[in-house]
């Protein structure tokens, strides 16, 4: 049910705060969002750090939830977050509102056990992700060249800290 509720509140979004004429200025770094977010899902995929979690219906699980938001919610997200990113420093202040916004709201989900941390991941390390990930969309909106290349030394410090152990890779 959560998931109806999520995705009705970000078509709410879309149609308000999107500015579809612009969707194709977007749409690099939608798909680069997409790639990395579906690259983590098969090479962490029995060794998960986050997971989501139905407890309405037995098929909803965390793969038909990981597609929704990867292929829907981020989307528009990153759309509304890309389109009114403000000049000058007042683009640091927006950025700590994203990321605050993330980190509640995954909080929130994991207070009512439909978000799950796994293999010592924590709220603390969402926040230290978060923090990345809206920095990195936004180098990736301006220079995508060089977000790809800020991403190599992120991917390994995850796989340094979290990495799966080599059996438990498919």
């Not at 999520?6 to 979004?13: A, K, T, W």
């Not at 579809?20 to 770094?29: C, D, L, Q, S, V």
């Not at 220079?143 to 800020?150: D, F, N, R, S, Y």
Request: contains cysteine.
């Amino acid at each position: 049910m959560y998931l109806v509720i999520v995705i009705v509140v970000y078509i709410i979004f879309a149609k308000i705060f999107v500015d579809w004429k612009r969707w194709k200025e977007f749409y690099p770094t939608i798909q680069y969002f997409i790639i990395c977010n579906l690259a983590y899902n098969f090479i962490f995929f029995n060794h998960t750090l986050w997971a989501y979690k139905a407890v309405t219906v037995e098929w909803l699980n965390h793969t038909i939830i990981e597609l929704v938001f990867s292929f829907f919610v981020i989307p528009v997200v990153i759309m509304i977050y890309l389109q009114y990113f403000p000049k000058g420093r007042k683009g640091v202040l927006y950025i700590a509102v994203w990321i605050a916004y993330f980190s509640i709201i995954e909080l929130l989900f994991y207070k009512r056990g439909l978000f799950l941390y796994e293999n010592d991941w924590s709220p603390i390390w969402s926040t230290v992700f978060n923090t990345i990930m809206f920095i990195i969309l936004r180098i990736h909106h301006k220079k995508p060249l060089a977000a790809m290349m800020c991403s190599i030394p992120v991917i390994a410090i995850l796989l340094y800290f979290f990495h799966p152990l080599y059996h438990e890779l498919k």
